[in-house]
């Protein structure tokens, strides 16, 4: 088991950056992949960021460039990077841990960017 606890979200204007913590614990050793999902408003759950246990990372287009995931293992803990906001960033934003054949994942944080 894998317990994630996000946090960090809220409203911002158009360029503005946030970043996003995720506290994690449990049995975090078996954990092969991490990453940030978002759920825009009316819209299903989009993966936009991944981190696996290697340090290698992957971007959805849509925030390449702009947003970074990034984690602190002596804190357990992982972030998200959001840098030069737009409002189609709008969304609940989900960590989750991937131990294969499970993925755990926290209760969510809401960012909202005005124009």
């Known amino acids: 088991q894998v317990h994630l606890v996000e946090s960090g979200g809220g409203s911002v204007d158009v360029g503005e950056s946030l970043t996003l913590s995720c506290v994690m614990s449990?049995?975090?050793?078996?954990?092969?992949?991490f990453g940030w999902s978002r759920q825009p408003p009316g819209r299903p759950r989009d993966h936009i960021a991944y981190?696996?246990?290697?340090?290698?990372?992957m971007y959805d287009d849509s925030v390449k460039g702009r947003f970074t995931i990034y984690r602190d293992n002596i804190k357990n803990m992982l972030y998200l990077r959001m840098n030069n906001l737009k409002p189609s960033d709008t969304a609940v934003y989900f960590c989750?841990?991937?131990?294969?054949?499970?993925?755990?994942w926290g209760q969510g944080t809401q960012v909202t960017v005005s124009s």
């Open positions: 989750a841990a991937d131990t294969k054949p499970q993925t755990f």
């Open positions: 449990g049995d975090i050793g078996n954990v092969d992949t």
């Open positions: 981190l696996t246990k290697d340090d290698r990372t």
